[in-house]
């Protein structure tokens, strides 16, 4: 039996019964000794088959199998009836056979046999001393004690099995628990790192590629130079946020807060002609590192698609800050586009921009609401609670 809390339960059980055994064992060959008659030697021959054939299944049962057990008790059994002919003091031994009945013989097999053993044990305490009341009642109050603590651990012994079932059960719900914890760690984990490369790094090369195209196509004594100067901060600044990234510190941008982030938001694009208008509503505003992360990298993603996609002049950004929540709009005079279009197309390059903001809001249990229309513009809203606890 696998260990469990009632082990040692049935351990003591079963050192009690062998203790029992010995001990009426002991008394049936004190009283041959005593006697000393002419069945003295075969007494005491048979009590030492007896205690051998004890000893060899007490030893050897959780080997054995069921038909192996079966022999063993009814060798016992027939060594016990022979050993009760000679001495009648070896009725007292039917008491630690009842219950060695009751736990090796299966089903109804082991209150049938004390049944059986009761009444030869009644029998044979009547023919060796005549019936009397003690000699009857003795091995009927003993049977029932022995059916009742016999059935009783074969009660417990099915709980505790059906317990350490249970608890396997849960122990391998557990690891698998586990095993999923960690997958959807990983998986969580590359989410994140998708989203940071493509808010920094690879919003940044596709900048430097726009502009070393405008360049190309720039025309007098130096060519292009504007552009490349541009290209060449936005390099630096791409290089920036991905060694701080690779830190897991805060965006470089950040260090003068997210007001001043946005601003300089706009004047990089304002050079190449797109008008940003940024107000922060109230301009001292205090906001905890990730919102502030997340609304900047919400914003250079939106600002980024209106560059790529959006054919826009004018970009409006608004941030609103109250005691409960952080409001981000992103509003530009493009195009326009079909949200719903883009929301099927979430698999595409194109739309991942949008994926990655709905899912940096969802990460701080806000809401990112998209309207456009084709020909209307689009405004993107990014609203964040504050207070999460």
């Given at each position: ?78 060594v ?31 209150p ?42 074969r ?30 760690g990983?998986?969580?984990?590359r ?14 090369l ?40 690779i ?62 996609h ?29 949200p ?22 969802d ?15 689009a ?11």
């Amino acid at each position: 039996m696998a260990h469990s809390t009632l082990t040692p339960v049935f351990v003591g059980l079963r050192t009690g019964l062998h203790v029992l055994f010995a001990a009426l064992l002991t008394l049936v060959v004190v009283r041959v000794l005593v006697v000393g008659d002419d069945t003295m030697w075969v007494a005491l021959a048979l009590a030492s088959a007896f205690a051998v054939l004890y000893v060899l299944g007490a030893t050897v049962r959780k080997r054995r199998s069921a038909a192996a057990r079966l022999v063993w008790i009814i060798a016992l059994t027939a060594v016990w009836v022979a050993l009760l002919v000679v001495v009648p003091e070896a009725a007292y031994l039917v008491f630690p056979l009842f219950f060695l009945y009751l736990h090796v013989l299966p089903g109804a097999g082991g209150p049938v046999a004390v049944i059986a053993a009761t009444v030869i044990a009644v029998v044979a305490l009547g023919l060796h001393g005549g019936f009397t009341v003690g000699g009857v009642i003795g091995p009927l109050v003993g049977a029932g004690v022995a059916l009742l603590i016999g059935l009783g651990y074969r009660a417990i012994a099915r709980e505790a099995a059906e317990r350490e079932q249970l608890v396997a059960e849960l122990l391998a719900t557990r690891d698998r628990l586990a095993a999923t914890e960690r997958q959807q760690g990983v998986l969580t984990e590359r989410s994140r790192l998708a989203r940071e490369i493509h808010d920094t790094v690879a919003q940044g090369l596709s900048s430097i590629q726009m502009l070393l195209h405008a360049a190309e196509a720039a025309d007098g004594d130096r060519p292009g130079l504007e552009h490349i100067r541009l290209a060449r901060s936005t390099a630096a600044d791409g290089l920036a946020d991905t060694r701080r990234f690779i830190r897991e510190l805060a965006p470089p941008s950040l260090d003068a807060g997210l007001a001043a982030a946005l601003q300089r938001l706009s004047g990089q694009w304002r050079r190449e002609g797109l008008r940003i208008d940024v107000g922060v509503m109230p301009t001292d505003a205090h906001l905890p590192m990730d919102v502030q992360t997340a609304l900047l990298r919400i914003a250079q993603g939106a600002v980024a698609n209106v560059v790529q996609h959006a054919d826009a002049t004018t970009v409006d950004i608004s941030l609103t800050v109250t005691e409960t929540h952080a409001t981000l709009t992103v509003h530009d005079d493009g195009v326009g586009f079909d949200p719903a279009l883009v929301g099927r197309q979430a698999g595409t390059s194109d739309s991942f921009g949008l994926r990655a903001m709905a899912e940096r809001v969802d990460q701080l249990g806000g809401r990112l609401d998209i309207v456009s229309a084709l020909g209307d513009g689009a405004t993107i809203t990014a609203t964040v609670e504050l207070d999460r606890s």
